[in-house]
Nanobody, 116 residues
């Protein structure tokens, strides 16, 4: 069983920055890709950013130019640097590991609140 543990959430003012981190209990290089999702009450979980084993990245249109996903294979961590945050970025953010044809792994989530 793989554990994904997120950290770095909190309260930030609009326009501010926050960095989320996801620590995996095994090598993230064994996964097809790592990603960050977010969810607000009553809405479906939304994929925010993805990074493949080779380092290719993909972002939701709503966060392009403001968020950056990165990975450290040596430390088994995946980070999400968030800048120019908006109130609509408020959500619970989840780390996700694409385990190829097998069941993916999810972290427990970390709350990000953007408010003045």
């Amino acid at each position: 069983q793989v554990q994904l543990v997120e950290s770095g959430g909190g309260l930030v003012q609009p326009g501010g920055s926050l960095r989320l981190s996801c620590a995996a209990s095994r090598s993230i290089f064994t996964f097809k890709a790592m990603a960050w999702y977010r969810q607000t009450p009553g809405k479906q979980r939304e994929r925010v950013a993805t990074i493949s084993t080779g380092g290719s990245t993909n972002y939701a249109d709503s966060v392009k130019g403001r968020f950056t996903i990165s990975r450290d294979n040596g430390k088994n961590t995946v980070d999400l640097q968030m800048s120019s945050l908006k109130p609509e970025d408020t959500a619970v953010y989840y780390c996700h590991a694409d385990n190829y044809a097998y069941t993916p792994y999810w972290g427990q989530g970390t709350q990000v609140t953007v408010s003045s």
